[in-house]
């Protein structure tokens, strides 16, 4: 037995964790036999949550996230400053483009999906909000990585590199290249690195100007449409610098 499933709040993280985007409801039996708990043991963490409202069971039985979970997430800080801040900038980059407008940060070596805006005629993604992704797979993660902390950018490049397409750069030489190269240029173009259908291109997004890189801001488009990206850096940066100067003045306010 593992130290966290040893306490009620490990047994508790253990059921929620079982949770996902690939795994969206389950039988208390399959619960289970995700965390090894005994069913029974299963069963009153299950009622607990239910009760509280951070599990809700479904028609035909099974379990799914609860909407009070969901009200608790949505209250994080760290992504709701950044998310209240970067909308209006987001909304006038979509109007400005109409394609997929996509904001991220970084979680050790990982990124993750805070906010996202679209049209019906956007290309489609395999991305959403509250998807994560490691940061050397899409062009907003490579933007996050080239600016995080040296300890982060060595244990992705030492790591195996995934090649989601056979676009996708996995040699770790030519990826720490590609890293000096997004911070000397700002803007960065993702070719097909992710998806073979889509073309990213991203930008850091700082806390004040010239402040520490907060997160990530990018627009995905079709893959067939690439020649457009040259075009879309300038619409980017305006917005990252609306952003970053707007959370600068918000991090002055309150010292």
């Keep these: 037995m593992s130290a966290t499933r040893s306490t009620a709040a490990g047994k508790v993280l253990?059921?929620?964790?079982?949770?996902?985007?690939?795994?969206r409801s389950q039988t208390l039996s399959e619960i289970?036999?995700?965390?090894?708990?005994?069913?029974?043991t299963a069963h009153r963490v299950v009622a607990e949550l239910a009760a509280w409202g951070a599990l809700e069971r479904g028609e035909d039985g099974?379990?799914?996230?609860?909407?009070?979970?969901?009200?608790?997430?949505?209250?994080?800080?760290r992504s709701q400053i950044l998310r209240?801040?970067?909308?209006?900038?987001?909304?006038?980059?979509?109007?400005?483009?109409?394609?997929?407008?996509?904001?991220?940060?970084?979680?050790g070596t990982e990124l993750v999906f805070v906010e996202r805006i679209a049209g019906h005629r956007?290309?489609?993604?395999?991305?959403?909000?509250?998807?994560?992704?490691?940061?050397?797979?899409?062009?907003?993660?490579?933007?996050?990585?080239?600016?995080?902390?040296?300890?982060?950018?060595?244990?992705?490049?030492?790591?195996?590199?995934?090649a989601w397409t056979p676009?996708?750069?996995?040699?770790?030489?030519?990826l720490?290249?590609?890293?000096?190269?997004?911070?000397?240029?700002?803007v960065f173009v993702s070719d097909r690195q992710l998806s073979e259908s889509t073309v990213a291109v991203a930008a850091p997004v700082r806390i004040g100007r010239t402040g520490p890189v907060g997160a990530a801001l990018g627009i995905v488009i079709a893959a067939s449409s690439a020649s457009r990206a040259r075009g879309l850096r300038e619409p980017l940066l305006r917005a990252v610098h609306g952003i970053s100067d707007e959370l600068g003045r918000r991090a002055r306010a309150t010292v």
Excluded at 89 to 106: C, K, P, S, W
Excluded at 138 to 156: F, S
Excluded at 167 to 174: A, E, L, N, R, S
């Design 14 to 23: 253990e059921v929620l964790s079982t949770f996902g985007r690939d795994c």
């Design 32 to 40: 289970a036999q995700r965390t090894g708990l005994a069913l029974s």
């Design 62 to 77: 099974s379990w799914h996230v609860g909407l009070r979970l969901w009200e608790i997430a949505s209250g994080c800080p």
């Design 176 to 186: 720490r290249a590609q890293l000096d190269r997004i911070r000397r240029e700002q």
């Design 122 to 162: 956007s290309v489609e993604l395999v991305t959403m909000v509250g998807s994560r992704f490691p940061t050397g797979s899409t062009g907003m993660g490579r933007v996050l990585l080239a600016h995080a902390p040296g300890d982060i950018q060595e244990a992705v490049l030492d790591a195996p590199l995934r």
């Design 167 to 174: 676009h996708t750069v996995t040699d770790p030489k030519t």
């Design 84 to 107: 209240d801040v970067a909308l209006p900038f987001m909304q006038d980059l979509y109007e400005a483009t109409h394609e997929n407008i996509q904001l991220a940060v970084r979680e």
